[in-house]
């Protein structure tokens, strides 16, 4: 294969560039990152979802909202100067044709659940004239437009909560790229003593992340596919890439230093850290293979994007990189830094190796310990959706929604969809109309149920939302779920 290539170097070179324009051209062409997924699914949720959209199909997709909590440590929610600062705040968005409608405690219609317990706090309730994505993207505006007030105002709610995971994760990811990309390349530069060489390594993950990214856009017109893929794509693309490259790239130069010809050089550099690359691939790929078996899960779209992402590596690794360094050749040594690395034989590298091959038992056991005392934590591992408590602790989002759950006893902090199937009646016939009311009477009985919404009819199906102000990730939460199941 060293051969081959070093020989047909500038064809792989020109079908490299190739695919890098059809990776450009499929991230300009974008994907459904974040969508629900369409596919059949052996889940009883997903299966009483799609229940929901085949029979009950009158009902449109839900608008999104989010909620403003006004709060004041001087002034009651009853005191007019409070009233006059939260009418103050919406002025801006009652007039905003995006917005639906906003409910307070000062409407019409009493709304005493608006109101905190200590009646310092009061909720508007904005409703978004969009759904999904775009209501997402009109949020930050909609959240601008409310006007300065001596009440202090925090932001919370769906649309709130979901685009503070949006900015926080995007600013975690460009921080990761800022302060990684700079450090590898620096160790590669100290590594490889020449800057030539150190800017393959990084010139070949860049070309890895764009493909992955391609990769997983596209797999999102098939399945879902969770925005957190791209962290995959992004981390463990840069990781691969450099690592491999950086085998290959530093045995070539050996084998330079050592008197070949450039295209028997590449030839054993493929024969040896090629060969070893292309397993290691496969060997990764298989691993994060196995996060397809987390159906339901996003954990499934981040195990493709993470296989794609390291088949791409090793594609490069083994095309891309070697093509390159038969253009270059003995070129791949220029712009040094003028330090000399250690003679065959010798430096602290090798003299590690040496120490540790005489000593295979006593570097082992310790090293085996340490895994054993790093993995014990898995044994009280518990999957779980990430939820608010994911956010940083001074997010407004969040410091919102902690608010909204301690000091306002009917706000819910999840909903549990109950689906009555009856496949050959209608659910508005007397018996089904009986059974479905005693059905929702028993799950407003139980520990943790506010209140049970509904029933909400359609073809042969009727639709009951349990609601509860607790921790969806926590174990009273589940039990609704196993006591409702």
């Known amino acids: 294969w060293g051969h081959f290539v070093y020989r047909f170097r500038w064809p792989v070179l020109v079908m490299s560039i190739l695919l890098l324009g059809a990776s450009i051209g499929g991230i300009l062409a974008g994907g459904n990152v974040g969508a629900p997924s369409s ?58 044709h995006r917005v639906a409608s906003i409910a307070t405690p000062f409407d019409t219609a009493p709304a005493p659940q608006l109101v905190s317990k200590d009646g310092h706090t009061a909720i508007a309730h904005v409703t978004v004239n969009a759904s999904g994505q775009e209501g997402r993207r ?39 790229e800022l302060v990684s990309l700079p450090i590898a390349l620096l160790l590669l530069v100290l590594i490889f003593r020449s800057v030539v060489a ?19 856009l596209l797999i999102s017109r098939f399945t879902s596919v969770s925005q957190y893929a791209f962290n995959i794509v992004s981390l463990i693309g840069l990781g691969v890439s450099i690592d491999y490259s950086l085998m290959v790239v530093n045995r070539f130069r050996e084998e330079l230093g050592k008197g070949a010809a450039e295209e028997d050089a590449l030839a054993r550099t493929m024969a040896t850290a090629g060969r070893a690359i292309a397993f290691s691939g496969l060997t990764v790929a298989i691993g994060l293979s196995s996060l397809l078996f987390f159906q339901g899960s996003f954990l499934t779209s981040m195990g493709l994007a993470g296989t794609v992402v390291v088949a791409l590596a090793v594609l490069y690794g083994l095309t891309l ?10 070129g791949v040594n220029r712009l040094s830094l003028g330090m000399r690395p250690p003679a065959a034989g010798s430096g602290a590298w090798y003299w590690t190796a040496q120490w ?35 956010l940083p602790p001074g997010n407004e989002a969040r410091m919102g929604y902690d608010r909204l759950i301690g000091d306002f006893s009917a706000q819910a902090a999840m909903t549990v969809g109950v689906v009555a199937h009856f496949p ?32 909400e009819t359609g073809g042969h199906v009727a639709l009951l939302t349990a609601v509860s102000n607790l921790d969806p990730s926590s174990d009273r939460a589940r039990n609704i779920v196993r006591a409702i199941r």
């Open 138 to 176: 009109v949020y930050p505006q909609l959240r601008n437009e409310v006007r300065p007030t001596p009440l202090q105002v925090t932001a919370t709610g769906e649309l709130a909560i979901n685009s503070a995971f949006d900015r926080t994760l995007e600013a975690d990811l460009q921080r990761a």
């Open 321 to 330: 990189l070697p093509a390159l360094l038969a253009v270059i050749g003995g």
């Open 198 to 216: 150190a800017l393959l390594p990084v010139g070949v993950s860049i070309l890895t992340i764009v493909g992955g990214v391609a990769g997983t």
């Open 356 to 390: 540790v091959m005489r000593r295979p038992i006593v570097v082992l056991v310790p090293c085996l310990l340490l895994l054993v005392a790093a993995a014990s934590p898995f044994t009280q591992l518990r999957m779980a959706n990430a939820s608010v408590d994911s």
């Open 39 to 96: 596919s059949t699914s052996p889940l009883e949720s997903d299966r009483a979802g799609e229940l929901i959209q085949t029979q009950l199909l009158h009902r449109k997709q839900p608008l999104t909202s989010f909620d403003l909590l006004f709060t004041s440590r001087s002034a009651a929610v009853t005191d007019p100067t409070f009233r006059a600062g939260v009418d103050r705040a919406l002025g801006g968005l009652r007039g905003d």
């Open 424 to 455: 050959s009646a209608s659910p508005s016939d007397p018996g089904p109309r009986q059974a479905v009311k005693a059905l929702g009477d028993r799950i407003a009985t139980m520990p943790g149920v506010i209140r049970v919404e509904g029933p």
